[in-house]
């Protein structure tokens, strides 16, 4: 987050930062025991594309809470 506030006039830290956290959802699927579907390359075009890589990323993390089945509201640790 600082990286995106400080350095944001850069163009390129920001990018990077977007293209990083697809690759962690991505990690964080397969940490769930999921097949990862979170494309990071996917995210940074949707970034220029009405900055729509916000909800591409947060539908992503969602599958991972909704694998667990639990309800809504609960911490829900990953498997090591």
């Not at 600082?2 to 990690?27: D, H």
């Not at 089945?69 to 829900?76: C, I, L, M, N, Y």
């Amino acid at each position: 987050m600082l990286v995106l506030l400080f350095l944001s006039w850069t163009i390129v830290a920001p990018l990077v930062s977007l293209y990083n956290t697809g690759n962690r959802i991505a990690n964080a699927q397969r940490a769930a025991g999921l097949r990862p579907t979170c494309s990071a390359g996917v995210g940074l075009l949707l970034c220029f594309v009405f900055g729509l890589v916000s909800l591409y990323y947060q539908s992503e993390l969602n599958k991972i809470a909704d694998s667990y089945g639990a309800p809504a509201g609960t911490d829900v640790p990953l498997r090591g």
